[in-house]
């Protein structure tokens, strides 16, 4: 992890689960240190690079709570989704997602920027309340499409607790990263291999 010039520390954020929800999921992970969501410049620079957020939207507004309310969001929506998929109830979890859903999402207007082209904006400053209900929404509308449900996966990554939509043709997606996890795996495979050579 890395500083760039605005001081926002560089975090592999990474958008390849398929839904804003499981995205959202993915920025905790266990063992992974301290809460990287409750720091300002990282919830702001998460809500933009998620796109919930236009891009060129200011971030001063996201605030602590803002920070707290989504470690929050998430833990209900992972508790949610991992019952779902063990077959189990969660639904203290369910009645906050829905709960946080019933709030209206972020209003978007479209604009011209200065070569002519239409760019999407917000129809006014960023509130915390109509972000959460966007990625509430995106959770219900996940976990209520039986189509979607069905192509959800726990990568088979070494330590890797990321759940994603498999989009693959076939259904045979192995890992929440073919590039990350998928390469991992391809690297300690050679590894065994070159040693169980090396030991004959």
Same mark, same amino acid.
């Given at each position: ?5 605005? &001081? ?5 954020? =990474?958008? #390849?689960? @398929? ?6 999921? /993915?920025? +905790?992970?266990?063992?992974? @240190? ?10 702001? $620079? ?8 236009? /891009? &060129? ?5 996201? #605030? ?13 929506? #992972?508790?949610?989704? =991992? ?6 109830? %969660?639904?203290?979890?369910?009645? *906050? ?5 019933? /709030? ?11 070569? @002519? +082209? ?5 129809? &006014? ?7 959460? /209900?966007?990625? !509430?929404?995106? %959770? ?9 449900? +069905? ?14 939509? #498999?989009?693959? *043709? ?7 990263? +073919?590039?990350?996890? &998928?390469? *991992? ?5 050679? $590894?065994?291999?070159? !040693? ?5």
């Amino acid at each position: 992890m890395t500083t760039d010039a605005t &001081g926002t520390a560089d975090y592999d954020w =990474r958008f #390849d689960s @398929g839904r804003t929800c499981l995205d959202l999921m /993915a920025t +905790s992970a266990p063992g992974a @240190g301290p809460e990287l969501l409750l720091n300002r410049g990282f919830l702001g $620079r998460w809500l933009l690079d998620a796109a919930l957020l236009p /891009a &060129g939207t200011p971030v001063s507004v996201v #605030d602590g709570p803002w920070a707290d309310r989504f470690v929050e969001l998430r833990l209900w929506i #992972d508790q949610l989704v =991992r019952a779902e998929l063990g077959g189990r109830f %969660a639904d203290s979890a369910l009645e *906050r997602v829905n709960a946080l859903a019933t /709030a209206s999402p972020p209003s978007i207007r479209a604009v011209r920027d200065g070569n @002519g +082209s239409l760019v999407r904006t917000l129809g &006014g400053t960023p509130e915390c309340t109509a972000l959460l /209900a966007a990625v !509430a929404r995106d %959770a219900l509308d996940l976990l209520t499409d039986p189509q979607a449900l +069905s192509r959800l996966r726990q990568c088979e990554g070494e330590s890797c607790r990321r759940i994603y939509l #498999d989009t693959s *043709r076939g259904r045979r997606r192995r890992w929440c990263s +073919s590039e990350v996890c &998928g390469n *991992r795996e391809r690297v300690a495979r050679h $590894r065994r291999r070159a !040693a169980a050579v090396a030991r004959v």
